[in-house]
T-cell receptor
Framework: DAGVTQSPTHLIKTRGQQVTLRCSPK?????VSWYQQALGQGPQFIFQ???????QRGNFPDRFSGHQFPNYSSELNVNALLLGDSALYLC?????????????FGQGTRLTVV | RKEVEQDPGPFNVPEGATVAFNCTYS??????FFWYRQDCRKEPKLLMS???SGNEDGRFTAQLNRASQYISLLIRDSKLSDSATYLC????????????FGSGTQLTVLP
């Protein structure tokens, strides 16, 4: 049973460029959340996708956008990259129904903006 | 003020020691509470959920005080493999599971 998989694992981009990160949720999971983790900090919630719609969003600018596909996989897009966007981007999957279910994290994509 | 605050450490303890981590949260609407463990350059993994009555999982004991908005984690008989960053996490909603993380407390268990 594959867990949460993210691609690519590492990425270097230049300021002003755009980037797309990808996530495949754990088998059976229908909800994907994205987090940004800066060095020395805890992960910060970016947004969550369920049933191909953004269900909840954290305090991130519109440069951060996403998408969820019918197979529940998801993409995170960041436009007009800033140096401060350098971070580990984590995807977490869970079950979207009512009640609390454990969120499983992927290994992350380490983005460096130069 | 951060929503979830933790002592960043680092905590350096000898093998076999008992170590306690504390965490406070500011949102009184928080409903769910967790401790996650994150190894260096790896993803966070759920260590344990925290319940109002307190709960134990082997050498790990978690406590929650809703009145004080305070969460704790106690690790007994520390092992070298316990070295990691421990993240205190709260969630305010059930189905829309937005997790709010503290900055983490770094633990190193020394031989």
């Amino acid at each position: 049973d594959a867990g949460v998989t993210q691609s690519p694992t590492h990425l270097i981009k230049t300021r002003g460029q755009q980037v797309t990160l990808r996530c495949s949720p754990k088998s059976g999971h229908d909800t994907v959340s994205w987090y940004q983790q800066a060095l020395g900090q805890g992960p910060q919630f970016i947004f969550q996708y369920y049933e191909e719609e953004e269900r909840q969003r954290g305090n991130f600018p519109d440069r951060f956008s996403g998408h969820q596909f019918p197979n529940y996989s998801s993409e995170l897009n960041v436009n007009a990259l800033l140096l401060g966007d350098s971070a580990l981007y984590l995807c977490a999957s869970s079950l979207g129904g009512a009640g609390n279910t454990e969120a499983f994290f992927g290994q992350g994509t380490r983005l460096t903006v130069v | 003020r951060k929503e979830v605050e933790q002592d960043p450490g680092p905590f350096n303890v000898p093998e076999g020691a008992t170590v306690a981590f504390n965490c406070t949260y500011s949102n009184s609407a928080s409903q769910s509470f967790f401790w996650y463990r994150q190894d260096c350059r790896k993803e966070p993994k759920l260590l344990m959920s925290v319940y109002s009555s307190g709960n134990e999982d082997g050498r790990f004991t978690a406590q929650l005080n809703r009145a004080s908005q305070y969460i704790s984690l106690l690790i007994r008989d520390s092992k070298l493999s316990d070295s990691a960053t421990y993240l205190c996490v709260v969630s305010t909603s059930g189905s829309a599971r937005q997790l709010t993380f503290g900055s983490g407390t770094q633990l190193t268990v020394l031989p």
